[in-house]
C-alpha cells in the first residue's frame, strides 16, 4: 500500500509596531492550504486507487503589548489543523488476527482535526530570572479522530469469510474491529500559572539557586460516537474529556547553575486521565490511567570549553502506571513497571 500527499500552500502577513501609550507590536496574516491525497492498495486481491483532496483558509493574529518595563500582555487567536498520520490514511491494509478475534484497518478518508484557538496571558518579570505568567486558552475543536473498538460479528464487517477460512471460526464469530474516524470534537478550556525565581534575594550563596513551578488546569467536553454503523449523533454518542490530557498537572523544580556545574530535580504530578473512549469492553464506558507522580534529576560538568560530562535519572521512586476500566467503578484492569533509568553521556563541542 502506498499513499501520497501533496501539500501547496501561500501566506501572507501584515506586522506592524504602533504606540497608543503602551508599546504595542503584533501580526495578522493568513495561510492557503490545499492538500490533494491519493493512494494505492489492494484489498482481498483487488487493487484499487483513490484520490481525494480539500482545502483550508487559516487565518492567525498576535499582539504583544508592553503595559510596562516588567508587564507584558499576549494575545493570540489562530485557526488551526493537523492532518492525520500516514498509515492512518493507507487505502487498504485491513489486518485480521485470528488468535485474538481482532480487526484493524486505516481510513483513507479520515480528515484534518480543525480548530479554533485562543490564548491570552499576562507576564511579570523580576529580578536576574523571575518570571510570574498566568494564561487562558480556549480551543473549540470542529473535527476530532478517535479511535474507536466494537465489538461485532464477522459478517457485519462486510469482509469475505476468505480470509477466517482454515479457521475455527465462522460468519457468527465476534471479532473486536479497531478503525479510526472523524466525530465533531467539542471545546477545551484551562488555565496555566508558571513561576520562576532565582534565589537571589537569599544572598550571595543562594545565588546559583533557582526554581520552576507551573501549573495547568484544563477541562473538556468532547463527543464521542459510540458505535461506526450509526451517525455520529444523538444516543451514538457520549461526552468525556480528551483522551490523553489530565485535568489537573503540577511540575516543580529546583535547581542549581554556576560556569562549571549544573543539577536539577523534577517533580511532576498529572491527575488522572482517559486512554480510551468508549471501550469494546462494555458496559465500562472508558478506559483510563491513574494519577502519576514521576521524579527526574539532571546533572551536567564542563570538563573544558569543548567537553561536558552528562548524568541523567527517570523515575526515580519507580512510579507505577495503574490502569483501570469505567469512570464511575474505575475497575482495575493491570500495572506496569516503567523502572528507574539511568544514562550518562559526553557532550563534545568543535
Not at 1 to 6: A, M, Q
Not at 193 to 220: K, W
Not at 309 to 314: D, N, T
Request: glycine share 8%.
Amino acid at each position: 500500500d502506498t499513499v501520497r500527499e501533496r501539500v501547496t500552500g501561500a501566506y501572507g502577513m501584515v506586522e506592524s509596531p504602533a504606540d497608543i501609550g503602551v508599546r504595542v507590536r503584533g501580526n495578522v496574516g493568513v495561510r492557503y492550504v490545499h492538500t490533494n491525497q491519493s493512494g494505492l492498495g489492494t484489498v482481498v486481491g483487488v487493487s484499487r486507487t483513490l484520490t481525494r483532496e480539500y482545502d483550508d483558509w487559516l487565518p492567525s493574529a498576535t499582539v504583544t503589548m508592553d503595559l510596562t518595563d516588567k508587564l507584558i500582555l499576549r494575545l493570540a487567536a489562530a485557526k488551526v489543523m493537523a492532518r492525520p498520520e500516514l498509515n492512518h490514511i493507507l487505502p487498504a491494509g485491513v489486518t485480521v488476527a485470528l488468535n485474538t478475534r481482532t480487526i484493524g484497518g486505516p481510513n483513507f478518508y479520515l480528515d484534518p482535526i480543525r480548530a479554533k484557538t485562543v490564548d491570552a496571558s499576562l507576564e511579570y518579570y523580576f529580578g536576574r530570572r523571575g518570571l510570574i505568567a498566568v494564561g487562558g486558552f480556549y480551543k473549540d475543536i470542529d473535527s476530532y479522530i478517535q479511535s474507536l473498538s466494537e465489538t461485532m460479528t464477522f459478517g457485519q464487517t462486510g469482509l469475505p469469510l476468505s480470509l477466517i477460512a482454515g479457521s475455527p471460526w465462522d460468519a457468527n464469530t465476534e471479532f473486536t474491529v479497531s478503525g479510526r474516524q472523524n466525530t465533531p470534537g467539542g471545546p477545551l478550556k484551562g488555565v496555566e500559572v508558571n513561576i520562576q525565581s532565582g534565589f537571589d534575594f537569599l544572598g550571595d550563596t543562594f545565588r546559583n539557586f533557582g526554581m520552576l513551578a507551573n501549573y495547568t488546569f484544563v477541562d473538556s467536553k468532547i463527543t464521542y460516537c459510540l458505535t461506526s454503523s450509526s451517525p455520529c449523533t444523538g444516543t451514538n454518542t457520549i461526552v468525556r474529556d480528551l483522551v490523553n490530557l489530565s485535568k489537573h498537572t503540577v511540575s516543580g523544580t529546583l535547581y542549581y547553575e554556576d560556569d562549571k556545574f549544573s543539577i536539577r530535580g523534577t517533580a511532576t504530578w498529572r491527575d488522572k486521565y482517559l486512554l480510551t473512549v468508549p471501550t469494546s469492553r462494555l458496559p465500562s464506558d472508558v478506559q483510563g490511567a491513574r494519577s502519576t507522580l514521576f521524579v527526574d534529576m539532571a546533572a551536567s560538568y564542563q570538563i573544558t570549553p569543548q567537553i561536558q560530562l552528562r548524568l541523567e535519572a527517570q523515575n526515580l521512586t519507580n512510579e507505577a502506571l495503574e490502569f483501570y476500566y469505567d469512570s464511575v467503578r474505575q475497575d482495575p484492569y493491570y500495572t506496569s513497571y516503567t523502572g528507574r533509568k539511568f544514562s550518562a553521556g559526553v557532550a563534545f563541542k568543535f
